[in-house]
């Protein structure tokens, strides 16, 4: 084996699973207006990026 | 991920886009504004759903310490970096998180990955034609940056009557591979696509699974060096049957020449 150039995590059990309905998130956007995640999709599919900072 | 780049592809295919980071509204405004931002930018300032969720990434220092970074007491908080894929019912059909903050796909790779669609933005894209298979290959973006993730999706086109070969395979016989000429720093994962279907020939006792019609492969290529502008050599070795005769065995050679960018605005 080679040795590893990045590490990897299995994310299978971290954060929401595949099959399940991803939970209710209420938060501000970037105006400051809470967003609900579910009813701002009304009946589209949706991507939701976690990344690590706008900042950094 | 330059997912801005993509965000029509996804309003197209009735996708809406979310993103969310421990980022306070301020931070989140001026980088909406100066980068052009179109999509919510969710602030989870205290983490406090990230960490509902099960996301907060506790494994920082040890990310950092892999890569030789110091973590910074303000850097704690964030999340694990990866995308989820929701239905129009809310339920989560894919998620993507790729284990290091720092490699990242494109906003094309995911659209197409986990929603089946391609969209405008697209990569370069080379076909080939051999004994009784024809192949296109093509990749998510013209250009890679340090710790990018690019797909090589390769289509074969068999035609009818036709078979080609899958692992396993008894001795003797030329089953399907797809290589990628190695780069200094390029890192190939694991091949997906169709698991091949069980094939018995007529009067032989081995078995054979095979593929067969259309047939899509995808490979993972991290570029973890700034190798600089370059070209992504893929081979299709393979060998075309019916069910009683053999084509010759063909190596098909595919080329798609990348550059490389040096300056990413943003990791979003």
């Known amino acids: 084996m080679p040795p590893a150039l990045f590490p ?22 970037q105006r400051g207006e809470l967003v609900d995640l579910h009813a701002a999709r009304g009946e589209r599919r949706a991507l939701v990026v976690f990344y690590r900072s706008a900042r950094w | 991920m330059e997912l801005q780049r993509s965000l029509a592809d996804f309003a197209a295919n009735d996708v809406a886009v979310f993103a969310i980071s421990y980022d306070g509204i301020d931070v989140l ?5 100066k980068h052009g931002i179109g999509f919510p930018l969710l602030s989870d300032e205290d983490s406090h759903a990230i960490r509902a969720l099960g996301l907060l990434n506790d494994r920082l220092e040890e990310l950092h310490a892999f890569y030789g970074v110091t973590t910074r007491d303000d850097m704690h908080g964030v999340a694990h970096a990866g995308t989820f894929a929701l239905d ?19 906003g094309a790779a995911v659209l197409e990955r986990s929603f089946g669609a391609r969209g405008s933005v697209r990569g370069p894209e080379a076909r080939a034609q051999g004994p009784g298979v024809a192949v296109r290959a093509y990749l998510d973006e013209a250009h890679y940056r340090f710790f990018q993730r690019l797909w090589l ?22 089953p399907l591979s797809i290589d990628v000429e190695p780069v200094d720093g390029l890192v190939v994962g694991d091949r997906e696509g169709p698991a091949p279907q069980p094939f018995r020939m007529d009067r032989l006792d081995e078995a054979f699974v095979v593929y067969s019609g259309t047939a899509t492969f995808a490979l993972p290529l991290t570029f973890t ?13 393979y060998q075309a049957c019916s069910a009683t005769d053999c084509l010759i065995p063909t190596t098909l050679q595919l080329e798609l020449p990348l550059s490389q960018i040096n300056h990413v605005d943003a990791e979003i």
Not at chain 2, 29 to 33: C, K, L, N, R, T
């Open chain 2, 225 to 237: 060096k700034r190798a600089g502008d370059l070209v992504v050599r893929a081979s299709v070795r």
């Open chain 2, 153 to 174: 999706t390769v289509d074969l086109q068999i035609e009818t009557g036709l078979h080609v070969y899958g692992r396993p395979i008894p001795d003797g016989y030329v």
């Open chain 2, 88 to 106: 129009a019912q809310g339920i989560v059909t894919d998620k993507r998180f790729l284990g290091s903050y720092r490699v990242r796909e494109t």
């Open chain 1, 8 to 29: 990897t995590i299995d994310f299978t059990d971290i954060g929401p699973r595949v099959g399940e309905r991803f939970p209710d998130v209420a938060l501000p956007d």
């Open chain 2, 29 to 33: 405004a001026s980088f909406a504004e």
